[in-house]
C-alpha cells in the first residue's frame, strides 16, 4: 500500500499564497502524480499532473483551468515530494485538495485512473 501526505493547507486571506506538498514512499520518478480538489458539494476536479522518468524535473500537464497563470506544480526527487505552489488565492479556491499517484506514468486528469490517493489537506482562503 502507498502512502500519501498532504500538508501546507491552512487558512489564508484571498491573494496570498500557500504551498502544498505531498510526500510519498515511493520513487516518484516512475509515476505521475496528480493534484486535485474537491469543494463542498462539488465533484473532485484535477488541476495539474507531473509525470516522467530520467528527468529532474519531469513534464507538467495542467488540466484545470483554476490552475492556469497561478499554481505551478513541481516535484523534488530527492525528498519524494511534489509540491503545488498557490499564488494570487481566491475565496473559490477553498476546498479540500488531494495528491494522487498513477501507476502508470502517462498523465491525466480522470481520477479515475489514479491509483492511491492522500487524505487531503483543507484550503480555506477567506478575509
Known amino acids: 500500500q502507498v502512502r500519501l501526505v498532504e500538508s501546507g493547507g491552512g487558512l489564508v486571506q484571498p491573494g496570498g499564497s500557500l504551498k502544498l506538498t505531498c510526500t510519498a514512499d515511493?520513487?516518484?520518478?516512475?509515476?505521475?502524480i496528480g493534484w486535485f480538489r474537491q469543494a463542498p458539494g462539488k465533484e473532485r476536479e484535477g488541476g495539474s499532473c507531473?509525470?516522467?522518468?530520467?528527468?529532474?524535473?519531469?513534464?507538467?500537464?495542467v488540466y484545470g483551468d483554476f490552475v492556469k497563470g497561478r499554481f505551478t506544480i513541481s516535484r523534488d526527487l530527492s525528498k519524494n515530494t511534489v509540491d503545488l505552489q498557490m499564488n494570487s488565492l481566491k475565496p473559490e479556491d477553498t476546498a479540500v485538495y488531494y495528491c494522487?499517484?498513477?501507476?502508470?506514468?502517462?498523465?491525466?486528469?480522470?481520477?479515475?485512473?489514479?491509483?492511491?490517493w492522500g487524505q487531503g489537506t483543507q484550503v480555506t482562503v477567506s478575509s
Open positions: 494522487a499517484v498513477k501507476k502508470v506514468n502517462i498523465a491525466t486528469s480522470r481520477a479515475a485512473s489514479y491509483d492511491y
Open positions: 515511493l520513487t516518484l520518478e516512475y509515476y505521475a
Open positions: 507531473i509525470f516522467g522518468k530520467f528527468s529532474t524535473s519531469g513534464r507538467t500537464v
